[in-house]
């Protein structure tokens, strides 16, 4: 079963404006981490961001982390057209031991130039 | 540093044959996986490790089976391959539980 549901499934904007993308989740987590995947590749880490922190920012990327409502969202601002790729959000679930990644079926972002 | 490598990046079978996917990586990572992705699914896991000699099912392992004897390497064996098993399947590795996942580029296996 999926633990991050990523809402919208897709997103199209302009170059130049922000791009807002939501993941919800199920269970308490340790972490809760945001990757990439440009067309034919793999996925690539973007941020991690742990339970007991509420927002982390990296060059154009913010993501908050609300953990009452079990939900993130990650800001990518001031879009390019290198951004369009899809975007998973991946939870590590707390008090399991070995604890696996569970990713969510991600959000496709196309941003036109 | 090459990261995760797999191969081969592209295969097609014919239901019945059997294949390991290769899968290394040079950051002396404990931690490694495969998963597969299919369309509508998300990426879901096969099979991981926690270090050599030791792995562990996933959420899908049926048809699937690993190995670990050492760090680096983490073949990925199709026993006799199905068509539900076309898909492209990612190996990846990451230092610690719960620590960021590094990705090789896949392997996108067709099986007719």
């Known amino acids: 079963s999926q633990q991050g549901e990523e809402d919208p499934q897709a997103l199209s904007i302009q170059e130049g404006e922000n791009a807002t993308m939501n993941c919800s989740y199920k269970t308490s987590i340790n972490n809760l981490q945001w990757y990439r995947q440009n067309s034919g590749r793999g996925l690539v880490h973007l941020i991690l961001?742990?339970?007991?922190?509420r927002e982390k920012h990296s060059g154009r990327l913010r993501v908050t982390l609300d953990t009452s409502k079990k939900s993130s969202s990650l800001l990518i601002t001031a879009s390019r057209a290198a951004d369009t790729a899809s975007y998973f959000c991946a939870t590590d679930r707390a008090l399991v031991v070995n604890s696996k990644l569970t990713f969510g079926k991600g959000i496709t972002l196309s941003v036109r130039p | 540093n090459a990261g995760v490598t797999q191969t081969p990046k592209f295969q097609v079978l014919k239901t019945g044959q059997s294949m390991t996917l290769q899968c290394a990586q040079d950051?002396?990572?404990?931690?490694m996986s495969w998963y597969r992705q299919d369309p509508g699914m998300g990426l879901r896991l096969i099979h991981y490790s926690v270090g050599a000699g030791i792995t562990d099912q996933g959420e899908v392992p049926n048809g699937y089976n690993v190995s670990r004897s050492t760090t680096e390497d983490f073949p990925l064996r199709l026993l006799s391959a199905a068509p539900s098993q076309t898909s492209v399947y990612f190996c990846a590795s990451n230092r610690g539980t719960g620590g960021p996942q590094h990705f090789g580029d896949g392997t996108r296996l067709s099986i007719l």
């Open positions: 961001i742990r339970s007991n922190e």
């Open positions: 950051m002396n990572h404990e931690y």
